[in-house]
């Protein structure tokens, strides 16, 4: 029997779906899952007809690899990784190499890299974003850990990426856990993305009191912008035809208001704290998540906290008009939170992140794949050391443009008791990093005062402390 170039462990909807993509592009693969009836019926249903083969222990599937052996683990984040390559490690040969496509921490990657190049095997920590539909037809890739391990695996993830304009959107990101963090971060302005989307759909819904048929209209509309055109408002806009067939309403409007996570938006928080970069954005939309699952706490604060009046008194086409920018504000200042994060860890981590390259492999197949990311790897093209994604000049202007219509809405939202935080945090990052003086002197003046950790002087030069007995 011919040798199978390729093998996936695990096949819950990732693994089943990215095994049919690389198969479809050319290439022999060997499947395996620890639940012998998922194995059974995935090659009763979804394989029938293809050059695929089933193994029923890792020991058969491993021999039906041929070498190097590259195998792709797609299974749940955390001990079960571990599980698995402990499990392969005794059955592989020197330069063979693991894939991880899962949505592991970055810092567990590191680790697994390291361990793994000391027994002469390859490893890669791939992020995988696109979903269900990005597996199966082209996902965006984030291959990071032993290069030698990616270009062996090149010529396939190239043609299994998703595919634009400027090639596959795949390219080796950088050593060690670099792949994995870049996903987390990916991850991360895709929850500020979608919290943000919300808040727009909150306050045309609440305050403009447009009905689902107007806001699949907009939203369509909005798709159609250079601005905003991107596979969320794409299906954002899907999402508000869509009618249940058993009472004939909204279906967005039956689904309990109560949001889940998977945990890369809290790492990516985390991380922005251990290496000291603001991410305002982000941190407003995971604890947006966090205050949804209130749900019974809020529904009874309701009943004691009355609202104002949530009804827009000024003209709506205007008001609709206003969001789409507050919208586009919001969101140019949470990608420059993420890339802004992306350039500290790289320098902290020496991972050598290309963020323009970044950017790129991130217009297809992604969640967050965004007409805007064209404008966003040109603004690192032509500044690669560029401090944040506001100072680009295309970038700057846009915000300095709209930015009127961005602190109406706030205060619209503001007056009509709508809960915007998303929006409010961009603005007070961009009002903040626009500012020469902030008014930290003064909590610097207190962590003196009570605590003697001295102080800086704007009139002597930078790295002098003093100290003052403000008592006395």
């Known amino acids: 029997m011919t040798k199978r170039t390729f093998g996936v462990i695990g096949l819950a909807v990732m693994g089943e779906n990215l095994a049919l993509n690389v198969e479809r592009n050319g290439f022999p693969i060997a499947v395996y899952n620890r639940t012998a009836s998922k194995t059974e019926e995935f090659m009763a249903t979804r394989a029938v007809g293809k050059d695929i083969k089933a193994a029923y222990s890792l020991e058969e599937f491993v021999q039906l690899l041929e070498r190097p052996r590259k195998i792709l683990v797609m299974v749940k984040a955390g001990a079960p990784v571990d599980y698995v390559i402990n499990d392969l490690k005794p059955l592989l040969e020197e330069g063979d190499m693991i894939i991880d496509g899962g949505n592991s921490l970055y810092e567990d990657t590191e680790r697994r890299t390291k361990d793994l190049e000391a027994t002469g095997l390859g490893f890669v920590g791939m992020g995988v974003s696109g979903g269900e539909e990005g597996a199966l037809n082209g996902p965006s890739l984030m291959p990071g850990g032993t290069e030698a ?88 806009a899907d999402i508000f035809k869509k009618i249940d067939p058993e009472t004939n309403q909204p279906l967005v409007e039956l689904i309990l208001d109560s949001a889940g996570q998977k945990g890369t938006g809290r790492w990516t928080v985390v991380s922005s704290l251990e290496l000291g970069v603001p991410i305002p954005t982000i941190y407003a939309a995971v604890n947006a998540r966090v205050m949804s699952a209130y749900k019974d706490e809020r529904k009874a604060a309701s009943l ?5 009046e949530r009804v827009y008194r000024g003209d709506i086409k205007t008001f609709i008009n206003q969001v789409r920018d507050a919208l586009y504000c919001s969101k140019m200042c949470s990608y420059a939170q993420g890339m802004a994060l992306l350039g500290k860890a790289s320098a902290e981590y020496g991972y050598n992140l290309d963020l323009g390259e970044t950017a790129r492999i991130w217009k297809g197949g992604c969640i967050i794949r965004a007409g805007f990311l064209d404008k966003i790897k040109a603004a690192y093209v032509e500044n690669p050391n560029l401090p944040n994604l506001l100072l680009a000049p295309e ?78």
């Open 149 to 236: 391990a990616y270009r062996e695996l090149e010529p396939i993830l190239i043609k299994v990426a998703a595919q634009v304009n400027d090639g596959p959107c795949v390219t080796f990101i950088g050593p060690g856990g670099a792949g994995h963090y870049v996903k987390m971060v990916h991850n991360g302005i895709e929850y500020g993305d979608m919290q943000l989307i919300a808040e727009a759909y909150d306050l045309l819904a609440n305050a403009a009191k447009l009905n689902h048929t107007e806001l699949h209209e907009v939203f369509t509309e909005w798709n159609q912008t250079d601005e905003l055109n991107s596979f969320l408002i794409e299906i954002t």
């Open 304 to 308: 004691e906290l009355p609202s104002p």
């Open 395 to 472: 970038f700057k202007q846009s915000i300095i443009d709209r930015q009127t219509a961005w602190r109406t809405v706030i205060l619209a939202a503001n007056e009509l008791g709508i809960a915007v935080p998303a929006f409010s945090a961009s603005l007070d990052y961009f009002d903040s990093y626009r500012r020469a003086r902030l008014p930290q002197n003064l909590t610097q003046a207190q962590r003196d005062y009570f605590g003697a950790h001295t102080y800086e002087r704007t009139d002597k030069s930078r790295g002098e402390f003093f100290h003052t007995a403000w008592a006395e």
